[in-house]
């Protein structure tokens, strides 16, 4: 099977950095994904990791450790607009060249003055 | 423009009545995937296609049926058995089926679907 976690809810000052862990426990692992979900809207792609390491895109990074399942997306210079819950996803090969999507509960950040 | 659109974005349905949620893609895509989504709560998979006349059951595919006539349509069918079927239903797209394509996948807007 499939687990994913994450945790619940997080609460981060404006302009501070803020660390979203995700850990993962699937067979026939091949990338990892963060989204961006606003209450009531559908999620938005944040980046895809498939390599073990950092990828930095402005504000935001995500790293990846397939050896210890584990990732972690970075916020850093957090804005008022950042409050919303973020999606870790695993790109798993469910096998017969089947490949799903599979998404832990969120974490919910909220970020305060 | 290109993208992926569900209709219709509220709908209501009697208990007891199956419906039908509308998915659409035209970014040529090949996998695409339906998520329902609780309260509070992550994605979870009902079902997904890599092909056309192909599709797999997720997590949660009971209560469900799907089909995938089309590349750039995949209808999704809450069907009476399905028990609580009130939910936020999100539909998605990729490009390519395997691992090491970077690329990300889509979502549409989504359904809120209320049983009433």
């Known amino acids: 099977g499939q687990n994913i976690d994450q945790p619940t809810e997080m609460t981060a000052t404006e302009g501070a950095i803020v660390q979203i862990n995700c850990t993962y426990q699937t067979s026939g692992f091949n990338g990892l994904f963060w989204y961006q979900q606003h209450a009531g809207e559908a999620p938005t792609f944040l980046s895809y990791?498939?390599?073990?390491g950092l990828e930095e895109k402005g504000r935001f990074s995500s790293f990846l450790s397939r050896s210890k399942g584990y990732s972690y997306l970075l916020l850093k210079e957090l804005q008022m607009k950042d409050s919303a819950s973020y999606l870790c996803a695993a790109y798993v090969n469910s096998g017969a060249g089947s490949y799903q999507l599979t998404f832990g509960k969120g974490t919910k950040l909220s970020v305060i003055p | 423009d290109g993208g992926i659109t569900q209709s219709p974005k509220y709908l209501f349905r009697k208990e007891g009545q199956n419906v039908t949620l509308s998915c659409e893609q035209n970014l040529n895509h090949d996998a695409m995937y339906w998520y329902r989504q609780d309260p509070g709560q992550g994605l979870r998979l009902i079902y997904y296609?890599?092909?056309?006349?192909?599709?797999q059951k997720g997590d949660i595919a009971e209560g469900y049926s799907v089909s995938r006539e089309k590349k750039e349509s995949f209808p999704l069918t809450v069907t009476s058995a399905q028990k609580n079927p009130t939910a936020f239903y999100l539909c998605?797209?990729?490009?390519?089926?395997?691992?090491?394509?970077?690329?990300?996948?889509?979502f549409g807007q989504g359904t809120r679907l209320t049983v009433v």
């Open positions: 296609s890599q092909i056309v006349n192909d599709f």
């Open positions: 990791n498939v390599l073990d």
């Open positions: 998605a797209s990729r490009r390519g089926t395997g691992g090491f394509w970077n690329t990300e996948a889509f």
